[in-house]
T-cell receptor
Framework: DAKTTQPPSMDCAEGRAANLPCNHS???????VYWYRQIHSQGPQYIIH???NNETNEMASLIITEDRKSSTLILPHATLRDTAVYYC??????????????FGSGTKLNVKP | DSGVTQTPKHLITATGQRVTLRCSPR?????VYWYQQSLDQGLQFLIQ???????AKGNILERFSAQQFPDLHSELNLSSLELGDSALYFC?????????????????FGEGSRLTVL
């Protein structure tokens, strides 16, 4: 049921930017793109979300293509603590207040010294 | 600390048994979500409750059931357990989400209940 496609794994050198891609080619106009991450077996943690425009917060930046069919999560200066599974999720708004959040398999980001 | 509390943290039981997992959402959150994560797998959405009512259903087996109580805590009941039910079960909560205002729609996850079926 997941509506996103992500590479299964990526490596990144510590201190460099990590760019994690996500394909969501069937996204519809009122669906948001969310990114979460899961460190080891902890509960997933919210990172950022967006609809059309690029977004930035203290954790990351989200770049959404103009056609909204893909996005990239950018961790500007990856640290070892950023090693985690990163999930890209499209929020399906079923109706008022009722949303399924489908998680795919995510991308395992390995940050290396 | 997300504010979402799940109990028990660990549970070991035998095939054929029944267990109940409990979730207390963040104070004021009306929606509760349940997810299952088998070993090295992604999170599978099971079910969502909003203010006591079931609102969305995912890949939940008939042997599983859930409810949300008036105090907003939720329980996930797993019965006739099989080896394949061994997994991490996460609960998440969120506040009011509308389509006509810019809400983060953020889910707050608990630390999970690890179920082992022997």
């Amino acid at each position: 049921d997941a509506k996103t496609t992500q590479p299964p794994s990526m490596d990144c050198a510590e201190g460099r930017a990590a760019n994690l891609p996500c394909n969501h080619s069937t996204i519809s106009g009122n669906e948001y793109v969310y990114w979460y991450r899961q460190i080891h077996s902890q509960g997933p943690q919210y990172i950022i979300h967006g609809l059309k425009n690029n977004e930035t917060n203290e954790m990351a930046s989200l770049i959404i293509t103009e056609d909204r069919k893909s996005s990239t999560l950018i961790l500007p200066h990856a640290t070892l603590r950023d090693t985690a599974v990163y999930y890209c999720i499209v929020r399906v708004a079923l109706r008022y207040n009722f949303n399924k959040f489908y998680f795919g398999s995510g991308t395992k980001l390995n940050v290396k010294p | 600390d997300s504010g979402v509390t799940q109990t028990p943290k660990h549970l070991i039981t035998a095939t054929g048994q029944r267990v109940t997992l409990r979730c207390s959402p963040r104070s004021g959150d009306l929606s509760v979500y349940w997810y299952q994560q088998s070993l090295d797998q992604g999170l599978q959405f099971l079910i969502q409750y909003y203010n006591g009512e079931e609102r969305a259903k995912g890949n939940i087996l008939e042997r599983f059931s859930a409810q949300q109580f008036p105090d907003l805590h939720s329980e996930l009941n797993l019965s006739s357990l099989e080896l394949g039910d061994s997994a991490l079960y996460f609960c998440a909560s969120s506040g009011l989400i509308t389509l006509d205002r810019d809400d983060t729609g953020e889910l707050f996850f608990g630390e999970g209940s690890r179920l082992t079926v022997l």
